[in-house]
Structure formats: C-alpha cells, structure tokens
C-alpha cells in the first residue's frame, strides 16, 4: 500500500479484529442474536452493522475518488493522518450514543440467516475490497480526498479509515456490555 498510514489503520482494523472474534465465535447462535433490552442490538446486529458502515465507506470511497484531481492539486498542503473518537464526543455532548442512519441498520430478519462467521466473511471480503481500491493512492494525495460528513468533522481518505477502526472499537466495547462485562478475549481494552 501506497499509504503508510492507510496501511497503519488497516492493521489496526485486523490486530483488533483477532483479538475480539474468538470471543463473538465461541457464543450460540441464540447469545450471538439474544437482544437484552427493547429497542437495543444484539451482538449480531452489532457486529452486522460494522460490515454495512464498511460497505458503506467502500461505496462512498469508490465516489469520492473522482476528486483525486482536486487532491493531487492540493498535496503540497498539510494534513491530518489521523482523528479523534467523534463517538465518544458525542456520548460526551449530548449524553446518549450517536443514533445509525436507516441505511446502516441491520435488518430485522438477518438474524434468521447469518451467524457470526458468515459475518466475519462479509467484513474480510469488503475490507479486501476497500483495501484494493485504495492501495495505490498516495498518501498525500488521500489526505487531501475529503468527505462531506460534517458529523466526522470532514474527514480525509485516512482519517475514514482511522475512524472505522474507532468505530469497530466503539461497538466491540459495547458488544462487551451485552456479555454481562465479560472481556472479548481480555484484549478489547489495551488496544487503543
């Protein structure tokens, strides 16, 4: 990869995904989907939803590299490699966690069709996808792809990346929570 720091979050998406998924595999069907409360997601509609915000990213990356020409104008600017955790400053500001656009809901009736390595299969395959699309793009230039999220304070090509590493961080602990406290493989909290 082109990008050292594209390739950085990369990696970081994979340490952390070694690390929680034995844990996630090791649950029955019935405890992967079980929701505890109304209104809430179980951990499959959890870990669902990380692979439609990656799909998600994938699709809108895919778009937003029709202004790899503006980009490559701009490369001699600086920019940023990294982001901070826009969910945990949310929850901070208002209180409450950040409310899934519709699009990045899991569908009622999945849980009738995927179980947790169907899952995992879907994640590796659209970040394979994502990692190909975005392998050859300088990182000056994918500093200076920007997308129009005002919620992620604008975020360059790197920092998307960064930020869906927080992202599967942020659900991976809430994920944590459904399982009563009990750790993912004791290792979700060291990894930062």
Known sequence: MKSTSMAKHFLTLQVQRQHYLPAIHSLSQEEFWRVTRE??????????????????????????????????????????????????????????????????VPPKKISFVLNSYAIEQLLINETLALQKLVQNIDEDVAGHIVFPDPIAHYPNLIQAIHLLAIHERHHFKMMEGLLGGKNLNGTIKEIK
């Not at 669902?48 to 994938?58: F, R």
């Not at 503006?70 to 940023?80: C, D, L, Q, V, W």
């Open 39 to 104: 209104g809430k997601w179980s951990i499959g509609d959890h870990f669902y939803h990380l692979y439609l915000i990656l799909k998600m990213l994938h699709t809108v990356t895919k778009y937003s590299l029709y202004l790899s020409p503006i980009a490559k104008i701009r490369r001699n600017k600086p920019f940023s490699t990294e982001i901070h955790d826009i969910y945990e400053e949310y929850q901070s500001k208002k209180g409450q966690g950040m409310r899934a656009p519709g699009i990045l």
